[in-house]
């Protein structure tokens, strides 16, 4: 069963940049797409970004031009670059891993800790 740890969060201010990170064992990354979500407080976890296996990404429409994902094999990690941060990115960040990319959080039952978000000045 895959392991998963996200890291990398924190506060930054408006306009910030952060990186996070989502580190996995248990599995053979390379055949996984991985997801990036959220979770702000009150609210329902949200599907932010995914790369497939081959390469290809996709964004919900709020972070496009702004989060960069990707990953590197070798390592069994992916990552978030998350630029241009606004206080609506406040959030716990949360990843995880399928045969495809997944944009809706409630099929999958385990999650990591999660790293929080917060751009606040």
């Known amino acids: 069963q895959v392991q998963l740890v996200e890291s990398g969060g924190g506060l930054v201010q408006p306009g910030g940049s952060l990186r996070l990170s989502c580190a996995t064992s248990g599995g053979i990354f390379g055949i996984y797409a991985v997801g990036w979500y959220r979770q702000a407080p009150g609210k329902e976890r949200k599907f932010v970004a995914g790369?497939?296996?081959?390469?290809?990404?996709n964004y919900t429409d709020s972070v496009k031009g702004r989060f960069i994902i990707s990953r590197d094999n070798a390592k069994n990690t992916a990552y978030l670059q998350m630029n241009s941060l606004k206080p609506e990115d406040t959030a716990v960040y949360y990843c995880?891993?399928?045969?495809?990319?997944?944009?809706?959080?409630?099929?999958?039952?385990?999650w990591g800790q999660g790293t929080q978000v917060t751009v606040s000045s």
């Open positions: 790369i497939s296996s081959e390469g290809s990404t």
């Open positions: 995880n891993v399928g045969l495809e990319v997944v944009t809706t959080p409630d099929r999958f039952i385990k």
